[in-house]
Nanobody
Framework: QVQLVESGGGLVQAGGSLRLSCAAS????????MGWFRQASGKEREFVAG????????YYADSVRGRFTISRDNAKNTVYLQMNSLKFEDTAVYYC????????????????WGQGTQVTVSS
């Protein structure tokens, strides 16, 4: 079992920045690829960014590529999402997720989820 706790959400003006953190516990963190997802009100949850177990590979949704950066610190059991140039449409609950795999950056079928953190971008 892996426990994930997100933090860092909040209210920010359009064009601003936030950094989300996700602290993991319970299993060997470096066994897991990590992902960030988001769900806006009335919409389905969508993939935002992912990172492989070592941090050497990342993948982004088209909507955030060039503005968001995912990274991880395996010594701290933490994954981050740096969000720059935020837009109103980035408003959502952001979730981190873990999937036990040594292969690539999965875009789905994650095994463990955090409780989410709200990001609100004012226009």
């Amino acid at each position: 079992q892996v426990q994930l706790v997100e933090s860092g959400g909040g209210l920010v003006q359009a064009g601003g920045s936030l950094r989300l953190s996700c602290a993991a516990s319970g299993r060997t963190f470096s066994n897991y690829a990590m992902g960030w997802f988001r769900q806006a009100s009335g919409k389905e949850r969508e993939f935002v960014a992912g990172i492989n177990w070592s941090g050497s590979r990342t993948y982004y949704a088209d909507s955030v590529r060039g503005r968001f950066t995912i990274s991880r610190d395996n010594a701290k059991n933490t994954v981050y999402l740096q969000m720059n140039s935020l837009k109103f449409e980035d408003t959502a609950v952001y979730y981190c997720a873990a999937r036990e795999t040594a292969f690539g950056v999965p875009r789905g079928n994650y095994d463990y989820w955090g409780q989410g953190t709200q990001v609100t971008v004012s226009s």
